[in-house]
Nanobody, 125 residues
């Protein structure tokens, strides 16, 4: 089992950058594929990026490709999401999430079972 705590959100102008962090506790972090999701007001939660246990398999949804970068540091039990060239439509609560141990990485939302509490990102125009 893994517990997640995400942080790093804030208010930023369009075109700006932020780095979100997700700290994990527990002994199994390196065996969990990780993902970042977001939920905008009035919309369903959507996945934006996923990373495998090793960090070598990385996937993004089209709307963030070239602007967001997911990474992880297994020694520190951390997952990161670097946000760049932010747009007002990126405004949302961002959540890190983990799959069950040893499950392959994917952008399938239903396979993520552990969640952080969320961190607000607001992009002003």
């Amino acid at each position: 089992q893994v517990q997640l705590a995400d942080s790093g959100g804030g208010l930023v102008q369009a075109g700006g950058s932020l780095r979100l962090s997700c700290a994990a506790t527990g002994q199994t972090f390196s065996s969990h594929a990780m993902g970042w999701f977001r939920q905008a007001p009035g919309k369903e939660r959507e996945i934006v990026a996923a990373i495998s246990q090793s960090g070598y398999d990385i996937r993004y949804v089209d709307s963030v490709k070239g602007r967001f970068t997911i990474s992880r540091d297994n020694a520190k039990k951390m997952t990161y999401l670097q946000l760049a060239n932010l747009k007002p439509e990126d405004t949302a609560v961002y959540y890190c999430a983990a799959k069950a141990q040893y499950v392959r990485t994917s952008l399938a939302p239903s396979e993520y079972i552990y969640w952080g509490q969320g961190t607000q990102v607001t992009v002003s125009s």
